[in-house]
């Protein structure tokens, strides 16, 4: 039985986007009859699993994120140089020579290339998780890349590691995001207090700044008042317009009850909740600084467009008067799933 070591500070389903990802491939790695060990400091994972697993569970400990990542790779080290494995897959910046590193957080080089911030770049904590990234993108076997986007900004910033970069698109999961859930979309509508004849625009995401809520935030009063936003994953200050959700547990109901999602990032490796809406039959309008936006069709699933205000609400505007059809826009994703995702991670491991 192979041993696959896995490497993420944090793992589970209740912890965020990226912590869900790695918990969703342990899971599928096991089912698939592989041996794994965890090292982790947080883990949220229900305790069946845990048991099946060798979890190296590491004390979280210092003050600042950077003395944290650091203690934590320090510590990963001394584990790594005792324990036996047959592969690391490394989720995470982790300056080791990893079967495979998977790309699931943004890239640090090209982040401060998009705030084009020449000071961020003296900043010791940026010049630390620059070093890391690229010692890890570096020792690494082979890379892997979510979306083809990805792949491409690598070329520009990291060319000598292209020849070893591959894609596996991510997967969903369509059990849970599906169109027929749209058929109770006024039920849900009504359990977060919605009117059925108002226009909903959901936005999903914890960090705000990078995935760009302050540019529809500015949008929005531009717009007919009858076009509401739903904001799910931060706490804010509700408005007659606008209504901040904070966390929500069952996301299926929020993309089903929405005409539209929106998510004008910066930057995102590839937005879990751009394809979940997609899977869910939801048009979206995303940036091309947005992974998952190679599965965008113009006007048939939604929009790509460029990241300031006019565009984005000319793009709105379109989407309001657009005969979408939630099962085709499933379609287009339908063959995004975890399994699929993760075949391709253990062929590129058993190469």
């Known amino acids: 039985m192979k041993k696959i070591l896995i490497i993420r500070p944090k793992v589970g389903f209740e912890l965020g986007g990226a912590e869900r990802h790695v918990a969703e491939v342990a899971i599928r790695l096991l089912q698939r009859g592989f041996q ?3 090292i982790a400091h947080e883990v949220s994972l229900s305790k069946e699993i845990v048991d099946q697993i060798d979890l190296y569970r590491l004390p979280l400990r210092g003050f600042g994120s950077i003395p944290k990542q650091l203690l934590f790779i320090f510590q990963a080290k001394r584990i790594l140089q005792e324990i036996h494995y047959d592969y690391i897959i490394s989720f995470y910046r982790f300056p080791w ?18 705030r084009g911030s020449f000071l961020s770049l003296m900043r010791p904590r940026y010049r630390i ?11 690494a076997k082979k890379v892997i890349a979510l979306f083809s986007p990805t792949r491409n900004i690598l070329a520009n910033f990291y060319p000598q590691i292209l020849s070893k970069t591959y894609v596996c698109h991510r997967g969903i999961d369509i059990q849970k995001f599906h169109p027929h859930l749209r058929q109770n979309r006024n039920i849900y509508r009504k359990i977060f207090n919605l009117s059925p004849k108002d226009y909903i625009i959901l936005f999903v995401g914890y960090d705000t700044k990078r995935k760009g809520l302050n540019l529809l935030l500015k949008t929005l009063p531009h717009l ?10 931060k706490d804010g200050t509700s408005s007659e317009r606008v209504k901040f959700l904070g966390k929500v547990k069952e996301m299926e109901k929020l993309y089903a009850l929405a005409d539209l999602f929106v998510l004008p990032t910066l930057y995102d490796p590839g937005a879990q909740s751009t394809l979940e809406a997609l899977a869910s039959g939801t048009p979206v309008i995303t940036t091309p600084f947005d992974g998952t936006s190679e599965f965008v069709i113009e006007g048939l699933n939604g929009f790509v467009v460029e990241r300031e205000e006019k565009a984005l609400k000319e793009a709105i505007l379109r989407a309001l008067d657009t005969p979408f059809d939630p099962y085709i826009i499933a379609s287009t994703v339908a063959h995004l799933t975890w399994d699929n995702y993760v075949d391709c991670l253990i062929n590129h491991l058993e190469e």
């Open 224 to 233: 007919p008042s009858h076009i509401k936003l739903l904001v799910a994953g």
């Open 36 to 38: 794994i060990s965890l």
């Open 129 to 139: 998780m620059l070093k890391l990234e690229k010692v890890a993108l570096t020792e």
């Open 97 to 114: 020579k990893s079967n495979l590193f998977i790309l699931c957080d943004p890239l640090v080089s090209y982040t401060l290339h998009q």
